[in-house]
């Protein structure tokens, strides 16, 4: 510690009040602590920073601020994408089906990626999360007070992209013709307490192609795919899929045979709908529009609030053309 400033006797000129004062013989100055602790927990701040831990403690407003990483790092994670071991893993990549509703269809799909596409994709994306909006039906985007995620568009030319959307139209068989493609696939990020409330992934009306065709398109079915699970509570709720309450009333158990991945939701207090619990890879496929082109609104949805921690989602929206509008 620095010595007190003594009383200057005649003799010797008074020390300038500018002139930094040293410390004692043997002492450690207070700036070289906090240099000694940046060095020390530097190493452990590096990886929070990037991994969004950090983040996720600021509030919504600063969040933005650390969201963007350098151009070299975004430039790594798109190489780390395209790497060949993982497209060759991504072309022969299997997954399993679980029907959880005929009527309206809803499949369950275990593995529909690996844990190693899901991290490469939200490293692909990472750079651009903004706040999310919700499409108008009669054009544009506005924000909305009940959606307070995140969101970020994965770029559709990138391989791993285009491996991911190939896999969907597989999946899909003969509900999309060749010519008819997905909307750009939408990485969604959910931090405490941020929610999406009921919506549907359909316009009411059919939408106008941007491209000068006049084309009519809707989102005919949908994929959420969660991408990261590190989070308590945050399920994606179907309330009026009422299979699971239909199969309860009449006493069976058909809860128990989805192991925790599925479960009966709750709203007003009641038991009703199902719930999809963040398991990274599964995803939850559902028909959106009926074939006489009017959307169903059975498939109303929410994403609940994140109780503690992250949840990544990714979307993936077909898009059909329509000869007439609804």
Known sequence: MARPTEPQSQSKPAQPRNEPQKAAKGGIS???VIGLAAFAILPLLIPA?????????LPLSL??????????????????????????ACASHTYTTEIVSLDPLVVYINNFTSHAEAEALIQL?????????????????????????????????HPLVS????????????????????????????????RYDLHTDFWPQHQIMNDGSGRLFNRP??????????????ETYFPAVDVLDRDAA??????????????RGEREGKKRGVKFRPITGNAVFWV???????GDRRLVHAGLPVGEGEKIGLNIWPRKFYLDDI
């Open 30 to 32: 207070l700036l070289e």
């Open 250 to 263: 009449r006493g069976g158990n058909l809860e128990a045979s989805f192991k925790g991945k599925v479960m």
């Open 163 to 194: 491996c991911i959307l190939a896999r969907a139209r597989t999946f899909m068989g003969a509900m999309l013709q060749p010519d008819e493609p997905f909307s750009i696939p939408q990485l969604v990020r959910y931090y405490d307490s941020q």
């Open 221 to 234: 079915a949908s994929f959420f795919v969660f991408m990261r699970d590190n989070c308590t509570a945050g």
């Open 288 to 294: 959106n529009i009926g074939e006489d082109g009017r």
């Open 49 to 57: 920073l990037r991994s969004g831990t950090v983040q996720q403690w």
């Open 125 to 157: 994306g990472s750079a651009d999360f903004q706040d999310s909006f919700i499409s108008r039906s009669r054009g544009g985007t506005q924000k909305d007070p009940g959606r307070t995620s995140q969101s970020a568009p994965l770029p559709l030319e």
């Open 63 to 88: 969040q933005s601020y650390l969201a963007h990483p350098a151009p070299n790092a975004t430039q790594a994670a798109e190489e780390n994408a395209a790497q060949p071991s993982l497209l060759e």
